[in-house]
């Protein structure tokens, strides 16, 4: 099975929910399933089963989860499945659900049960026919490049003004900004809180002038451990993160300095910490999806250094997810941005022109982020690459985000 989150936005680009994408069976391995979710996962429900398993706060504080269900999965005992709180799941429903009395009666119960619900991929021309389901509807998805969504925002806005609107399939910042500037819509969802903002403004505070100056030392061949502790030393809020860190690993003996706190972790443990918070530090002015996005690509992509047999590439690769969303963060171009930042000519070649060793694996990560299920199991198929391996993988990343940053112990 393949699984991932995809985030939904309110106006001020912060995450207001997550949506689950699951994909059972390989298209490749089983062409016929191309096009269809038919027969995909049958009654079983993997969203939930997902939520069950990590539990709801490792996926999100506080946010709605919106969980697909099938025309068979529908029927499925949700409570038996997933324990979570009902009013933090949205059951999302499409055009494979016919607004027929047995489905408008099972939306019904869920809705009495306290579930919240949603529905996407209806064509205009459905919409007279769903009267009966949109009633019942919290969420309707609107997709941005299939159909008219300024005149269906103006149709819901007088038959159903109590549904909030999804404004769907967004590939770019210009195009978020208009919806954004025409109201009309709670949530937002696409590509483009990945993409580049280059306005023109290119200059970089000084904060964030000494964050890259401590990335480019500790990714120097000459690291300097003492030099580093002296620069940490000067930040803060680097320095509560780096002593709450050390503290954990000692037992009887105290921190004494900065620079006895670095030596404890050695200089390849410093060198992750070191890329991991100043990357949380760095990223701190911009929207938190991008620093969820940048920490899980780069734990992402460590895990898979082993199944991708590029097991003594693991630093490299965790590096490469790190700085991934680079040009995001000082809003320039991936290029000038890797300029401005000391890593790896592997690292630089993959990120700039998906070429070399490591560019498959942030290919799969892109792919993967997407629900591009069909990209992501030929990727996997070229790389003789298990399913199965991949969603541990991920499932780790979660794991490992929601202990970063908000001390799971999970």
Known sequence: MLLALVPLFDEDM????????????????DPMMQGTMQNDGAAAVYGL???????????????EIFVSVTNISIFTDMEEQCSAPHDRIVILIDNTIPPVEVYVKRLRELKAQGYKLAIRKLAVADFENY???????????????????DKAKIYFGKLYPNIKLVAGNISDMDTFEKLKASGGYQLYEGEFYRMPVTRG??????????????????????FDLAE???VIGRDPALTISLLQMV?????????????????????KELRQWINTAVVKEMY?????????LSLLRAKFAEYLAIPFHMAVKQEELFLMGLVSVLDVILETSMEEALEKVKVTGEVSTALTRGEGPLANVMELIRQYE????????????????????????????LYWYRQLMFGSEE
């Open 14 to 29: 912060a995450v207001r929910a997550y949506s689950i994408f699951t994909q059972r069976d390989n298209f490749f391995l």
């Open 49 to 63: 089963e997902m939520i069950e398993k990590m539990g709801i706060e490792t996926i999100s504080e506080d946010s």
């Open 131 to 149: 009267s009966e389901v949109f009633r019942l509807m919290d969420y309707v998805l609107l997709n941005n490049r299939k159909i008219a969504i």
């Open 201 to 222: 403004n290119t200059e970089i505070s000084p904060l964030k002038v000494n964050y890259i100056a401590l990335m480019n030392s500790v990714n120097s061949p000459n």
């Open 228 to 230: 580093a502790a002296d």
């Open 247 to 267: 503290n954990r690993m000692t037992v009887n003996s105290g921190i004494t300095t900065i620079r006895h706190a670095a030596a404890m972790l050695g200089q």
């Open 284 to 292: 701190a002015d911009k929207p938190s999806e991008i620093t969820r």
């Open 370 to 397: 997407n629900a591009n299920w069909q990209e992501v199991t030929r990727l996997l198929l070229l790389a003789n690459v298990e399913v199965s391996v991949v969603n541990d993988c991920y499932m780790k990343s």
